[in-house]
């Protein structure tokens, strides 16, 4: 054979190959199956304390939340985009501590922190104290597109907002009369002053709202949504309006990455709702995925290891739901109950709320 031939036969060869391998690579870039979990607060959730309509509004919106994250994934979306969805239909929902409906500080106030997480590349954008903005969730994604830097707080922060077009509103926009009732509860108890009703809401009610949690209740109604893409890419949210009665200007775990929230394709992705000041001495997301990627634990295990062992060690309370690579999907909460939902790619839509629903 002259050696033109075999050069030639060689490099039809080498063209094969590198079909095969791109044609491979193409396979296994779409081997993977799109997941997403969410969760709406962890705590003190009793079915005797939630009446039949309140029950079925909660599991209608989680459903809906999670649905839309889903569409997103379904068709061949990234799991960012699929967590900023999901997260924006709990924003405007009114029933859980994020957004509209929000928890208010002791002066009256609604101080929104958010943070979003890219597994893939590690990115992460997170805003705290923020006063105006509709949407948290996505002023959190415009850190990571729009700015150099990870976390941006307060005023600072909603003059970033507004520098980005994001969508505003006055506080009265993020009232609840029954968070303000609650309020009310938690400060009198506290032996604090109740601060005047913010502008621009209706007057009073005669009569108190029915329902309300005591203050002595652990309630916490942060949202976060983990998801899976086709690309096997991993993210993580969480928004929160915080603790309620908390001191103005206090910030939890919500928008700090690794407490709060984490992601990495290397081991997993997490979302957190407790108290976050426990999230945030043990560094919680990232404790799970450390437990995951280091220790060979599956997701479930590291769930439970960190929020029934680690945090439960320092008389903490919350939950935390999680994704990994592979596709595993787990949650573990120390509470009566978490709002929560998971689905993935070609499977049954999960919605529960209390400890006793699978």
């Not at 199956?33 to 909660?58: C, K, M, N, Y």
């Not at 400060?187 to 601060?195: A, D, F, S």
């Amino acid at each position: 054979m002259s050696l033109q031939s075999w050069l030639g036969r060689t490099a039809a060869v080498c063209v094969l190959v590198g079909m095969g391998a791109g044609l491979a690579s193409a396979q296994t870039a779409k081997k993977h199956a799109w997941a997403i979990q969410v969760h709406a607060g962890a705590g003190d959730i009793f079915r005797a304390q939630t009446s039949p309509e309140l029950d079925a509004a909660e599991r209608a919106k989680i459903a809906e939340a999670i649905q839309a994250g889903a569409a997103v994934l379904d068709k061949g979306g990234s799991s960012m985009d699929a967590v900023e969805a999901a997260i924006r239909i709990f924003e405007d929902a009114t029933l859980f501590d994020t957004g509209r409906g929000a928890a208010f500080n002791d002066k009256g106030v609604v101080e929104l922190d958010a943070a979003i997480m890219n597994g893939k590349t590690l990115d992460v954008g997170s805003i705290a104290a923020v006063h105006n903005t509709k949407h948290p969730i996505s002023l959190a994604r415009k850190v990571i597109e729009k700015s150099p830097h990870v976390l941006m707080v307060g005023e600072g922060a909603d003059a970033f907002s507004r520098e980005q077009g994001l969508e505003q509103a006055p506080q009265s926009y993020f009232f609840s009369e029954k968070q303000w009732e609650t309020l009310e509860q938690v400060l009198k108890e506290q032996g604090k002053p109740i601060p005047p009703r913010p502008a621009g809401v209706p007057a009073a009610p005669k009569q108190q709202l029915a329902g309300l949690w005591s203050p002595h209740s652990r309630h916490y109604g942060t949202v976060g949504v983990v998801a899976l893409d086709r690309e096997g890419n991993l993210a993580a949210g969480t928004s929160t309006g915080g603790a309620m009665g908390k001191h103005a200007g206090r910030v939890g775990d919500s928008p700090i990455a690794g407490a709060g929230t984490y992601a990495s394709n290397k081991s997993c992705a997490v979302s957190g709702t407790g108290v976050g000041e426990y999230f945030i001495r043990l560094g919680v997301a990232r404790e799970v995925c450390n437990l995951i990627q280091y220790k060979g634990m599956t997701a479930q295990q590291a769930a439970d290891e960190v929020i029934h062992t680690e945090v439960e060690s320092l008389k903490g309370v919350g939950g935390v739901i999680v994704e990994t690579p592979d596709g595993q999907q787990a949650w573990s909460f120390n509470t009566p109950g978490m709002f929560r939902a998971r689905l993935r790619e070609g499977g049954p839509l999960t919605v529960a709320i209390y400890n006793d629903e699978k």
